[in-house]
């Protein structure tokens, strides 16, 4: 089973809104990934959780608050967002071995599409 | 630093003729290569990899890919494509010193028409 699920599908709020995305996976990985993705456009990375610890954070404003409370679990909480933040808001995980030099593959879930008005 | 071309912004097909979408990569290090597919209004979809071994890689829904280290290519075919086939198709490289990055190219839509 390699199935990551995000909820939700869809949605819309307000600039003054504060809403939350959820991903969750079972399949024992433990680094998971948050990616944003505008329309014609490849997903760029926002942030990556290793073991439950943030390992990466490619400089996102703090609008976008990670958070992974356990292993199959990330939530990507938001808050004042911009209408230029509208996007497909993508998760995904990967095995996270600790010794060096091994890549291991992403696998991705099917987004929240997101709308600021 | 890596990075990854998509030298086809669009490739038009008609139904049941064989397709093959360009990749090329550079990086100073060894490489890891993938092509996702993403249909409409859906999330990414691993069609195959490369980590090691040999070049010539089998993916789903009949899709291969040739690793080629000295032409930095990895070139995406299917010798019959389908309707169902329409939809954009990334290629990404990882590896280069981070475990975690994904580099992406700008993708390339695949249109399949009958």
């Known amino acids: 089973d390699t199935e990551v699920t995000q909820t939700p599908k869809h949605l819309v709020m307000g600039m003054t809104n504060k809403k939350s995305l959820k991903c969750e996976q079972h399949m024992g990985h433990r680094a998971m990934y948050w990616y944003k993705q505008k329309a014609k456009k490849p997903p760029e990375l926002m942030f990556v959780?290793?073991?439950?610890?943030?390992?990466i954070n490619e400089s996102v404003p703090s609008r976008f608050s990670p958070e992974c409370p356990n292993s199959s679990l990330l939530n990507l909480h938001l808050h004042a967002l911009q209408p230029e933040d509208s996007a497909l808001y993508l998760c995904?995980?990967?095995?996270?071995?600790?010794?060096?030099?091994?890549?291991?593959?992403?696998?991705f879930g099917p987004g929240t599409r997101l709308l600021v008005l | 630093a890596q990075s990854v071309t998509q030298l086809d912004s669009q490739v038009p097909v008609f139904e049941e003729a064989p397709v093959e979408l360009r990749c090329n990569y550079s990086?100073?290090?060894?490489?890891?290569l993938f092509w996702y597919v993403q249909y409409p209004n859906q999330g990414l979809q691993l069609l195959l990899k490369y980590l090691s071994g040999s070049t010539l890689v089998k993916g789903i829904n009949g899709f291969e890919a040739e690793f080629n280290k000295s032409q930095t290519s990895f070139h995406l075919r299917k010798p019959s494509v389908h309707i169902s086939d329409t939809a954009e198709y990334f290629c990404a490289v990882g590896g280069g010193g981070s475990n975690y990055k994904l580099t992406f190219g700008k993708g390339t839509l695949l249109t399949v028409n009958p």
């Open positions: 959780y290793s073991y439950e610890k943030l390992s």
């Open positions: 990086s100073s290090v060894s490489v890891y």
């Open positions: 995904a995980s990967s095995q996270d071995r600790t010794s060096g030099g091994v890549y291991e593959t992403q696998y």
